[in-house]
Protein backbone atom coordinates (compact mmCIF):
# COMPACT_ATOMS: atom_id res chain seq x y z
CA UNK A 1 0.00 0.00 0.00
CA UNK A 2 1.33 3.15 -0.92
CA UNK A 3 1.16 6.07 1.16
CA UNK A 4 2.53 8.75 -1.27
CA UNK A 5 1.12 11.94 -1.28
CA UNK A 6 0.14 13.74 -4.03
CA UNK A 7 2.38 17.29 -4.24
CA UNK A 8 6.00 17.96 -2.57
CA UNK A 9 5.64 19.86 0.40
CA UNK A 10 8.54 20.92 2.44
CA UNK A 11 9.13 20.27 6.21
CA UNK A 12 9.60 23.93 6.92
CA UNK A 13 6.44 24.77 4.80
CA UNK A 14 3.68 24.66 7.50
CA UNK A 15 0.86 26.76 5.82
CA UNK A 16 -1.04 29.84 7.49
CA UNK A 17 -2.87 27.81 10.01
CA UNK A 18 -2.25 28.40 13.56
CA UNK A 19 -1.17 25.56 15.46
CA UNK A 20 -3.65 24.04 17.78
CA UNK A 21 -3.53 23.05 21.62
CA UNK A 22 -3.13 19.59 22.45
CA UNK A 23 -6.19 17.32 21.74
CA UNK A 24 -5.70 16.24 25.64
CA UNK A 25 -3.99 16.70 28.74
CA UNK A 26 -0.43 15.04 28.91
CA UNK A 27 1.35 15.26 32.20
CA UNK A 28 5.32 16.14 30.85
CA UNK A 29 8.41 15.32 32.20
CA UNK A 30 10.07 18.39 33.61
CA UNK A 31 12.98 19.88 31.54
CA UNK A 32 13.18 22.97 33.38
CA UNK A 33 16.56 24.37 32.89
CA UNK A 34 17.07 22.45 29.65
CA UNK A 35 17.70 24.67 26.05
CA UNK A 36 16.60 22.76 23.38
CA UNK A 37 17.50 23.00 19.35
CA UNK A 38 14.62 22.33 17.15
CA UNK A 39 15.15 22.26 13.71
CA UNK A 40 12.67 22.97 11.18
CA UNK A 41 10.75 24.66 13.87
CA UNK A 42 8.93 26.76 11.46
CA UNK A 43 7.38 23.47 9.75
CA UNK A 44 4.23 21.74 10.93
CA UNK A 45 5.72 19.04 12.90
CA UNK A 46 8.40 21.21 14.07
CA UNK A 47 6.28 23.84 15.28
CA UNK A 48 4.65 20.81 17.67
CA UNK A 49 7.92 19.55 18.96
CA UNK A 50 8.99 23.01 20.07
CA UNK A 51 5.53 23.78 21.52
CA UNK A 52 5.91 20.37 23.54
CA UNK A 53 9.51 21.46 24.65
CA UNK A 54 8.55 24.64 25.83
CA UNK A 55 5.19 22.74 27.88
CA UNK A 56 7.92 20.65 29.53
CA UNK A 57 9.63 23.93 30.64
CA UNK A 58 12.67 24.01 28.13
CA UNK A 59 13.79 26.76 26.34
CA UNK A 60 13.48 26.44 22.90
CA UNK A 61 15.82 27.82 20.19
CA UNK A 62 13.22 27.77 16.85
CA UNK A 63 15.03 27.01 13.69
CA UNK A 64 14.13 28.20 10.50
CA UNK A 65 14.95 27.97 6.58
CA UNK A 66 12.42 29.70 4.57
CA UNK A 67 9.58 29.83 7.12
CA UNK A 68 10.97 32.98 9.71
CA UNK A 69 7.19 34.15 10.16
CA UNK A 70 5.98 30.73 11.32
CA UNK A 71 9.45 30.15 13.56
CA UNK A 72 8.84 33.63 15.09
CA UNK A 73 4.73 32.97 15.48
CA UNK A 74 5.77 29.91 17.37
CA UNK A 75 8.18 31.71 19.03
CA UNK A 76 5.53 34.09 20.31
CA UNK A 77 3.32 32.07 21.63
CA UNK A 78 6.15 29.89 24.15
CA UNK A 79 6.78 33.86 25.31
CA UNK A 80 3.00 34.70 25.96
CA UNK A 81 2.61 31.27 27.73
CA UNK A 82 5.53 32.27 29.99
CA UNK A 83 8.13 30.41 28.16
CA UNK A 84 11.52 31.29 26.59
CA UNK A 85 12.44 31.23 23.03
CA UNK A 86 14.42 32.50 20.44
CA UNK A 87 14.17 31.98 16.47
CA UNK A 88 17.25 31.52 13.91
CA UNK A 89 17.61 31.09 10.51
CA UNK A 90 20.37 29.09 8.73
CA UNK A 91 20.10 26.94 5.29
CA UNK A 92 21.32 23.67 6.57
CA UNK A 93 22.12 22.29 3.98
CA UNK A 94 25.58 24.30 4.27
CA UNK A 95 28.42 22.75 7.20
CA UNK A 96 29.49 26.29 8.25
CA UNK A 97 25.47 27.12 8.63
CA UNK A 98 24.87 24.07 11.06
CA UNK A 99 27.56 25.05 12.67
CA UNK A 100 26.55 28.18 12.89
CA UNK A 101 23.27 27.65 14.44
CA UNK A 102 24.33 25.80 17.03
CA UNK A 103 27.00 27.89 18.18
CA UNK A 104 24.59 30.37 18.46
CA UNK A 105 21.95 28.69 19.92
CA UNK A 106 24.91 27.25 22.72
CA UNK A 107 25.47 30.88 23.56
CA UNK A 108 21.61 32.13 23.95
CA UNK A 109 21.08 31.32 27.52
CA UNK A 110 22.89 28.12 29.47
CA UNK A 111 24.37 25.20 27.96
CA UNK A 112 22.29 23.55 24.94
CA UNK A 113 21.32 20.20 26.66
CA UNK A 114 18.90 18.88 23.44
CA UNK A 115 19.32 19.02 19.94
CA UNK A 116 16.00 17.38 17.93
CA UNK A 117 17.21 17.52 14.01
CA UNK A 118 13.67 17.77 12.40
CA UNK A 119 14.17 20.16 9.30
CA UNK A 120 13.68 17.77 5.99
CA UNK A 121 12.22 18.35 2.65
CA UNK A 122 9.93 15.53 1.10
CA UNK A 123 9.99 16.11 -2.86
CA UNK A 124 7.73 13.19 -4.70
CA UNK A 125 9.87 12.53 -7.96
CA UNK A 126 9.85 9.23 -9.59
CA UNK A 127 13.10 7.52 -9.46
CA UNK A 128 13.31 7.02 -12.96
CA UNK A 129 13.52 10.58 -13.76
CA UNK A 130 15.57 11.69 -10.72
CA UNK A 131 18.73 13.33 -11.17
CA UNK A 132 21.76 13.44 -9.38
CA UNK A 133 21.42 16.62 -8.29
CA UNK A 134 17.51 15.77 -7.19
CA UNK A 135 18.93 13.05 -4.81
CA UNK A 136 21.50 15.66 -3.44
CA UNK A 137 18.86 18.59 -2.88
CA UNK A 138 16.94 15.70 -0.53
CA UNK A 139 20.03 14.08 1.30
CA UNK A 140 21.97 17.19 1.91
CA UNK A 141 19.14 18.63 3.76
CA UNK A 142 17.87 15.49 5.50
CA UNK A 143 21.07 13.08 6.17
CA UNK A 144 24.13 15.40 5.68
CA UNK A 145 22.37 18.68 7.56
CA UNK A 146 21.73 15.91 10.83
CA UNK A 147 25.48 14.68 10.19
CA UNK A 148 26.84 18.43 10.79
CA UNK A 149 24.35 20.13 13.55
CA UNK A 150 25.23 16.31 15.46
CA UNK A 151 28.33 16.79 15.18
CA UNK A 152 29.00 20.46 16.02
CA UNK A 153 26.13 19.91 19.11
CA UNK A 154 28.42 16.91 20.18
CA UNK A 155 31.19 19.53 21.05
CA UNK A 156 28.91 21.97 22.82
CA UNK A 157 27.18 19.16 24.65
CA UNK A 158 30.89 17.67 25.43
CA UNK A 159 31.79 20.25 27.27
CA UNK A 160 29.08 20.69 29.82
CA UNK A 161 29.12 16.60 30.71
CA UNK A 162 26.65 15.67 27.89
CA UNK A 163 23.00 16.22 26.14
CA UNK A 164 20.64 14.73 24.23
CA UNK A 165 20.37 14.29 20.42
CA UNK A 166 17.15 13.19 18.57
CA UNK A 167 16.84 12.74 15.04
CA UNK A 168 13.32 12.61 13.09
CA UNK A 169 13.00 9.78 10.73
CA UNK A 170 10.02 8.34 8.98
CA UNK A 171 8.37 4.78 8.57
CA UNK A 172 9.26 5.18 5.21
CA UNK A 173 12.72 3.98 6.29
CA UNK A 174 12.01 0.76 6.48
CA UNK A 175 8.53 0.89 4.29
CA UNK A 176 9.19 2.25 0.85
CA UNK A 177 7.08 4.54 -0.69
CA UNK A 178 6.12 4.96 -4.85
CA UNK A 179 8.21 8.36 -5.82
CA UNK A 180 10.17 8.56 -2.45
CA UNK A 181 13.38 6.99 -3.32
CA UNK A 182 15.32 9.91 -2.27
CA UNK A 183 13.49 10.76 0.83
CA UNK A 184 13.68 6.94 2.06
CA UNK A 185 16.99 6.45 1.86
CA UNK A 186 18.17 9.63 3.26
CA UNK A 187 15.60 8.60 6.37
CA UNK A 188 16.81 4.96 6.59
CA UNK A 189 20.41 6.66 6.49
CA UNK A 190 19.23 9.01 9.71
CA UNK A 191 18.07 5.71 11.67
CA UNK A 192 21.78 4.22 11.27
CA UNK A 193 23.46 7.45 11.56
CA UNK A 194 21.59 7.60 14.99
CA UNK A 195 22.68 4.22 16.21
CA UNK A 196 26.23 5.11 14.72
CA UNK A 197 26.06 8.30 16.90
CA UNK A 198 25.05 6.82 19.54
CA UNK A 199 28.21 4.30 19.76
CA UNK A 200 30.47 6.88 19.36
CA UNK A 201 29.29 9.83 21.34
CA UNK A 202 27.94 7.73 24.75
CA UNK A 203 31.09 7.81 26.45
CA UNK A 204 30.79 11.79 26.17
CA UNK A 205 27.20 11.44 28.41
CA UNK A 206 25.30 12.15 24.74
CA UNK A 207 22.43 10.13 24.06
CA UNK A 208 21.17 9.75 20.28
CA UNK A 209 18.08 8.40 19.19
CA UNK A 210 15.50 8.69 16.07
CA UNK A 211 11.85 9.34 16.13
CA UNK A 212 9.88 7.45 12.87
CA UNK A 213 7.00 9.31 12.53
CA UNK A 214 3.95 7.88 10.63
CA UNK A 215 1.24 9.66 8.43
CA UNK A 216 0.87 13.37 10.83
CA UNK A 217 -2.35 15.39 9.59
CA UNK A 218 -2.03 18.83 8.67
CA UNK A 219 -4.17 21.54 7.91
CA UNK A 220 -5.82 20.71 4.37
CA UNK A 221 -4.34 17.37 3.86
CA UNK A 222 -7.72 15.88 3.89
CA UNK A 223 -8.79 17.82 1.39
CA UNK A 224 -5.98 17.27 -0.64
CA UNK A 225 -5.43 13.56 -0.04
CA UNK A 226 -8.73 11.94 0.52
CA UNK A 227 -8.10 8.30 -0.20
CA UNK A 228 -4.90 8.68 1.23
CA UNK A 229 -5.98 9.44 4.38
CA UNK A 230 -8.72 7.15 4.26
CA UNK A 231 -6.50 4.31 3.43
CA UNK A 232 -4.54 5.72 6.61
CA UNK A 233 -7.24 5.20 9.36
CA UNK A 234 -8.23 1.73 8.15
CA UNK A 235 -4.84 0.71 8.37
CA UNK A 236 -3.97 2.08 11.76
CA UNK A 237 -4.98 0.31 14.96
CA UNK A 238 -5.25 3.64 16.42
CA UNK A 239 -7.71 4.74 13.94
CA UNK A 240 -6.70 8.02 13.30
CA UNK A 241 -3.66 10.27 11.49
CA UNK A 242 -0.71 11.06 13.76
CA UNK A 243 -0.78 14.42 15.13
CA UNK A 244 2.28 16.66 15.59
CA UNK A 245 2.33 16.81 19.13
CA UNK A 246 2.83 12.94 19.26
CA UNK A 247 6.00 13.41 17.59
CA UNK A 248 6.63 16.23 19.96
CA UNK A 249 5.82 14.16 23.04
CA UNK A 250 8.15 11.57 22.31
CA UNK A 251 11.11 13.71 21.60
CA UNK A 252 10.40 15.05 25.23
CA UNK A 253 10.40 11.93 26.73
CA UNK A 254 13.64 10.79 25.13
CA UNK A 255 15.05 13.79 25.90
CA UNK A 256 13.97 13.35 29.70
CA UNK A 257 16.13 11.37 32.81
CA UNK A 258 12.85 8.74 32.09
CA UNK A 259 14.99 7.67 28.85
CA UNK A 260 18.37 8.30 30.47
CA UNK A 261 18.99 4.74 29.85
CA UNK A 262 17.79 4.92 26.42
CA UNK A 263 20.28 5.50 23.23
CA UNK A 264 20.57 4.08 19.76
CA UNK A 265 17.05 3.57 19.58
CA UNK A 266 14.55 4.15 17.16
CA UNK A 267 11.17 4.70 18.65
CA UNK A 268 8.40 4.52 15.66
CA UNK A 269 5.12 6.83 16.43
CA UNK A 270 2.31 5.51 13.84
CA UNK A 271 0.01 4.50 15.39
CA UNK A 272 0.24 1.13 15.17
CA UNK A 273 0.22 0.97 10.88
CA UNK A 274 3.56 -0.47 11.03
CA UNK A 275 2.01 -3.39 12.74
CA UNK A 276 -0.06 -4.19 9.84
CA UNK A 277 0.80 -7.59 7.57
CA UNK A 278 1.73 -6.37 3.84
CA UNK A 279 0.69 -9.83 2.65
Known amino acids: MSMT???????????????????????????TGQVVLVTGAGGWVGQGIALRFAAAGAGVVAHYRTSADAAKAVVARIVERGGDAIALGGDLSHEAECQQVVREAAAWRGPLTALVNNAGVQPVQPLAGMTAADWSAVVDTNLTATFACTQAAAVVMREHGGGTITHIASIEATQPAASHAHYCASKAAVVMHARSAALEYGPDGIRVNA??????????????????VRRWEHAAPAGRLGRAEDVGDACVFLASPMASFISGHNLVVDGGVSARPTW
Not at 219 to 226: K, N, Q, R, T, V
Open 5 to 31: EPAPRPDDDPGSEAFPLPTAPVRLPDL
Open 211 to 228: VSPGLIGRPGLEDAWPDG
